[in-house]
């Protein structure tokens, strides 16, 4: 079966502007959580949407956004473009809630964004 | 705050077994351990998952003693495809959001 699917796999946007990502998970999966990884601080959890509610967040700023629409596809938007926003964003789905223990996360392949 | 803890790195030669720890002191009766595997510019991998005492799979196997506080991956006979970054990942049902540490970074040698 399909993979989680993230477009774009690389995009270079300058300081300033916003930028949507774009993640479609596995067939069936209903939940869908981003994630930030750079050198400096690894991996870490942005939010989680559940049956196109957002069911947990973590600690980012309110320029970080997100949706989900009811066939499960996933976006986040990152606006007012800061250079530190410069990192590998993955998202992961699964088919319970992501914070949930059990349930096992598969990743995509991410979506490299620089900002110059 | 961090909810593992393991080492920032480890080497092995080719055909050894390597065992990587997690330290999770403050794991509650919900939470499960995970692990995932992650090579340079893909996302982490599953590799495998457990709750108390041992779980085995085709790749590797957990070890998680009676208290629970820590883990161990063991991967047997490494190759140099496994030079990659290992998390163990604590979570349960009452987390608020998933918190992956800086990972082990294990580079096999020939």
């Known amino acids: 079966k399909a993979g989680v699917t993230q477009t774009p796999r690389y995009l270079i946007k300058t300081r300033g502007q916003q930028v949507t990502l774009s993640c479609s998970p596995i067939s069936g999966h209903r939940s869908v959580s981003w994630y930030q990884q750079t050198p400096g601080q690894g991996l870490q959890f942005l939010f989680e949407?559940?049956?196109?509610?957002?069911?947990n967040k973590g600690n980012f700023p309110g320029r970080f956004s997100g949706r989900q629409f009811s066939n499960s596809r996933s976006e986040m938007n990152v606006s007012t473009l800061e250079l530190g926003d410069s990192a590998l964003y993955l998202c992961?789905?699964?088919?319970?809630?992501?914070?949930?223990?059990?349930?096992?996360?598969?990743f995509g392949a991410g979506s490299r964004l620089t900002v110059l | 705050l961090a909810k593992t803890t393991q080492p920032i790195s480890m080497d092995s030669y080719e055909g050894q077994e390597v065992n990587i720890t997690c330290s999770h002191n403050n794991i509650a009766t919900n939470d499960y351990i995970t692990w995932y595997q992650q090579f340079p510019s893909q996302g982490p991998r599953f590799i495998i998952q457990?709750?108390?005492t041992k779980v085995t799979n085709e790749v590797a196997s957990l070890f998680i003693p009676a208290d629970r506080k820590s883990s161990t991956l063991s991967l047997p006979r490494v190759s140099l495809s496994d030079t990659a970054v290992y998390y163990c990942?604590?979570?349960?049902?009452?987390?608020?959001?998933?918190?992956f540490g800086k990972g082990t970074k294990l580079s096999v040698i020939p």
């Open positions: 992961a789905s699964s088919l319970g809630g992501a914070v949930s223990g059990a349930n096992v996360l598969t």
């Open positions: 990942l604590v979570e349960g049902a009452g987390s608020y959001q998933l918190t």
């Open positions: 457990g709750y108390k």
């Open positions: 949407y559940f049956s196109e509610t957002q069911r």
